[in-house]
């Protein structure tokens, strides 16, 4: 079984970017799709980018399309999302997740087979 941790959350001013960092063990990653998603209070949880297990396809929450870029790094079994242009919805805890042969199409609909622990994200305005 794999397991993830995230880091790389914090406070910062509307704006600002931050890259969030999901750290892999127990298992390569080279198979499972992997996910970002977020949940801020009051709300459910939602899919903020996702990348197939071949990283051939990517795709986004439209609310970040074009601010948000996430990638994954096989070698160092790690995958970040990259956040820049941070806007104060975008205030939320965030969660790794991976899906063994997920596809842009499965991991949308969140049903992980593994689940970090999230980190806040907090955008001032």
């Known amino acids: 079984q794999v397991q993830l941790v995230e880091s790389g959350g914090g406070l910062v001013q509307a704006g600002a970017s931050l890259r969030l960092s999901c750290a892999a063990s127990?298992?390569?990653?080279?198979?499972?799709?992997m996910g970002w998603f977020r949940q801020a209070p009051g709300s459910e949880r939602e899919a903020v980018a996702v990348?197939?297990?071949?990283?051939?396809?990517?795709d986004y929450a439209d609310s970040v399309k074009g601010r948000f870029t996430i990638s994954r790094d096989r070698a160092k079994n790690m995958v970040y999302l990259q956040m820049d242009s941070l806007k104060p919805e975008d205030t939320a805890v965030y969660y790794c997740?991976?899906?063994?042969?997920?596809?842009?199409?499965?991991?949308?609909?969140?049903?992980?087979?593994?689940w970090g622990k999230g980190t806040l994200v907090t955008v001032s305005s």
């Open positions: 997740a991976a899906q063994q042969f997920g596809t842009t199409v499965t991991l949308l609909k969140g049903l992980m087979d593994t």
């Open positions: 127990g298992r390569t990653l080279s198979n499972y799709g």
């Open positions: 990348i197939s297990w071949s990283a051939s396809n990517l």
